[in-house]
């Protein structure tokens, strides 16, 4: 498991042969360099052991906030407030809403993990089930209890904004992509100066500028609520790398591939959406896995602006002065869930990228 | 007609003047809701209150601060606090992602073990919860002061900071400090002046001895102009420690934080570059029976640096954009001063357009800085 490699830009095909192997005794103390660096790591090693006895042996693992006393880790702290983590605010007697929700966005990510199913009516059925996302989150209609966003916490919204940024910032950096690479200079102009400007932004400046300036920019008649405005944020930094990713994409594309869809006759747009794209978008699934694991974690800067994501409910919960100050035990358990979901998503992106390496090296 | 709508030119041009027309259109329609979004609240516009008193405290800085100084050097305070925290911690990350590289790529087992470890939970956790989580540790685990954490001597963690040995600077400590620099430049050259051509234990060992002979220079010299240079160890008096050099909690959070976080991605970024470089040089130099790490040092690492460098730049920009993340822990980086001077002012524009200038400067000169860099490496290993 240590092994995992993740891709970087830099992936060569072959690997540099590693050295000779040589008995095990003679790799750890072989020479004075080794034998140091041994007792280096060991020396590391024994350094974890407060924490590892902070996190396991000195913890509490049952009863309330009063059998927290004392040194080690308050793991009972976690049992008590994991709806409040992952929930936030959401009514009680709603939170099977949210759950519905959680398994549906895992559902769909699941399914649309294999390359097979990536075509049209898959997009229609994302869609589709987005918006029985939003209903069931929002509610007013069918009967259900209406929860304004603000109400909105937890899992359920670091997920949705972690989808919804992705998928409105894909056709956005395609458009974008295709004009900073096109003939026109007008389209090269306007989608080079969005992408540097975005690109030279940190997002946390950007978030401000949606929360801020966005209820000023607009017609005051206009009201986008806090959760709308961070997800356009989201989006639009989003789009600005993929657009970059996609970018280079297009450029190891064959110059021969366009010139012959054009002597073909076949019309701008059929190109790029049958020819170009795949092709494209193929050549660069490393580096768009990479974009999609900063965006899961980019998230978590929503706290920020004061959206009530996993991250803002694991500190609001930390402060309930009946326990003895968890806030260590609380960002353990985020970073445990962001942990999971982003080796998962680098796990199976080495799977898709040797998958195409299979195809397309025989 | 007709001619005219299948003219490629013809229709580029109509549609470039769209696009064109259509952005004008939208900025005219964004800026008439603005003036008409300030009116309606009554926000003054305009930069002159950059030159008003700020009347808002900053906890720390490195340049020193006032609440009776204007809102235009609150900015510059801000902003000092940026690039001194993103030097800090591009330095260190660099120095431990280096580590941390070739740590993984070493053929020791325990080490290339711990080394992916590393990587793997650094990147794969966002930075703002790991500042948190520091930041957790260092206000709620670490004792208080008269139980402080003693790693190394002199330095101390405690509830209320990391304390450290600060530097005194007595009368005539600038005029030692110049002869003291200049003396360690003529030090390191004669070490390595000394040991030209020889191997590069013996070159370390040679640098390293002038550098000792340079250490006992300054003290004695220190000693003969009446200790102008001191060191003083922070002590415990009463409830705190007094004296010595101190860092927030808050500052060694963000510090810790970056510094772990960015140099997860570093050591990533100089693996790839090592893996990237072609398998015939590695065969080649162990057919001539060079050592692996006399490959690795002379060989291998030179011909990586070119392909380390751009990936590196963007790491290099985007620790400076994280910077911002200090917000989350309160230390008064820009972004935090941008925030607070919105609240106090509402000039919300004027403090969003200086934050954003501030940046996108950075930014271009970073890369510029990188792509001179960049033509150097290319052209000295070619």
Not at chain 1, 173 to 190: S, T, Y
Not at chain 2, 88 to 117: D, M, Q
Not at chain 2, 310 to 328: E, R
Request: glycine share 8%; aromatic share 10%.
């Amino acid at each position: 498991m240590t092994d995992i490699t993740f891709n970087t830009a830099a992936d060569a095909p072959q690997k540099p042969p590693r050295a000779k192997r040589k008995p095990l005794l003679k790799l750890l103390f072989g020479d004075l360099l080794s034998a140091f660096l041994t007792v280096l790591a060991v020396l590391i090693l024994l350094g974890l052991i407060p924490a590892f006895n902070w996190a396991v042996l000195d913890a509490h693992w049952v009863g309330g906030p009063a059998a927290c006393q004392g040194g080690g880790a308050c793991w009972t702290f976690i049992g008590a407030k994991a709806r409040l983590i992952l929930f936030g605010l959401y009514p009680p007697q709603a939170q099977w809403r949210a759950t519905i929700v959680i398994v549906l966005i895992v559902a769909m990510v699941l399914v649309s993990l294999s390359p097979k199913l990536w075509n049209a009516r898959l997009l229609l059925v994302w869609a589709l089930a987005i918006a029985a996302m939003l209903v069931l989150m929002g509610g007013g209609v069918l009967g259900l209890d209406y929860v304004p966003t603000s109400k909105w916490g937890g899992l359920p919204v670091t997920l949705l904004l972690a989808v919804l940024s992705l998928g409105l910032a894909f056709p956005l950096a395609v458009l974008l992509a295709l004009g900073r690479r096109g003939k026109l200079p007008a389209a090269r102009a306007i989608s080079f100066f969005v992408i540097e400007l975005v690109r030279g932004l940190p997002l946390v400046g950007l978030l401000f500028v949606a929360a801020i300036l966005l209820p000023l920019l607009l017609p005051p008649e206009w009201t986008v609520d806090k959760l709308g405005r961070t997800l356009a944020a989201l989006t639009i930094f989003a789009a600005a790398y993929l657009a970059e990713v996609i970018r280079g994409g297009l450029q190891g594309l064959d110059d021969g591939q366009i010139e012959a869809a054009e002597a073909l006759g076949i019309p701008y747009w059929k190109m790029i959406w049958h020819i170009v794209l795949p092709q494209a978008i193929q050549n660069v699934i490393p580096p768009l896995t990479n974009t999609a694991i900063v965006m899961i974690k980019n998230t978590s800067l929503v706290l920020i602006v004061g959206v009530f994501d996993m991250l803002s409910a694991a500190r609001s919960a930390s402060t309930d002065p009946a326990w003895p100050a968890p806030s260590t035990e609380a960002y353990l358990f985020v970073a445990a869930i962001y942990f999971i979901i982003c080796f998962s998503i680098s796990i199976y992106s080495r799977h898709l990228e040797q998958g195409v390496a299979a195809r397309t090296h025989g | 007609m007709l001619s005219l709508w299948y003219s490629q030119r013809a229709r580029s041009w109509a549609m470039q003047i769209a696009l064109l027309g259509g952005l004008v259109l939208f900025v005219w329609w964004l800026a008439g809701n603005t003036h008409e979004n300030l009116t309606e609240r009554g926000i003054r516009t305009g930069f002159d209150y950059l030159w008003r008193p700020a009347r808002f405290p900053i906890s720390e800085s490195i340049i020193r601060y006032d609440a009776s100084d204007s809102f235009f050097w609150a900015y510059v305070v801000g902003l000092a606090n940026t690039l001194w925290l993103s030097f800090l911690s591009i330095l260190l990350a660099t120095v431990l992602g280096l580590a941390v590289g070739l740590s993984r790529r070493s053929a020791h087992p325990l080490l290339s073990r711990f080394a992916g470890v590393y990587v793997t939970v650094l990147r794969n956790v966002p930075l703002i919860v790991q500042l948190l989580f520091w930041y957790a540790i260092a206000t709620s685990l670490f004792p208080v002061p008269r139980e402080a954490l003693n790693p190394l001597p002199g330095v101390f963690l405690s509830i209320r900071g990391v304390y450290a040995p600060a530097l005194t600077l007595g009368p005539g400590a600038s005029m030692l400090l110049i002869v003291a620099a200049i003396l360690l430049v003529i030090a390191i050259v004669a070490g390595f002046k000394l040991s030209a051509g020889k191997r590069l234990p013996v070159k370390a060992a040679s640098v390293g001895l002038s550098v000792c002979v340079w250490a006992g220079a300054v003290v004695w010299l220190s000693g003969m102009l009446g200790h102008p240079i001191g060191l003083e160890a922070p002590a415990l008096k009463g409830l705190n420690f007094r004296g010595g050099m101190v860092l927030s909690p808050e500052f060694a959070a963000i510090i810790t934080g970056l510094t772990i976080y960015t140099s997860a991605f570093i050591g990533e970024i100089i693996r790839g570059g090592i893996d990237a470089v072609e398998k015939g040089q590695w065969e080649g130099a162990r057919a001539l029976g060079l050592g692996e790490r006399h490959i690795m040092f002379r060989i291998i690492l030179p011909q990586a640096l070119r392909i380390i460098v751009p990936p590196m730049t963007s790491q290099y920009l985007s620790t400076v954009k994280n910077t911002t993340l200090a917000v989350a822990v309160g230390y008064p980086e820009l972004g935090l001063v941008v925030n607070t001077v919105i609240n106090q002012t509402g000039q919300a524009i004027e403090s969003i357009l200086i934050m954003l200038a501030v940046f996108l400067s950075i930014s271009l000169s970073v890369s510029a800085f990188m792509n001179w860099y960049n033509a150097r490496v290319a052209l000295v290993v070619r």
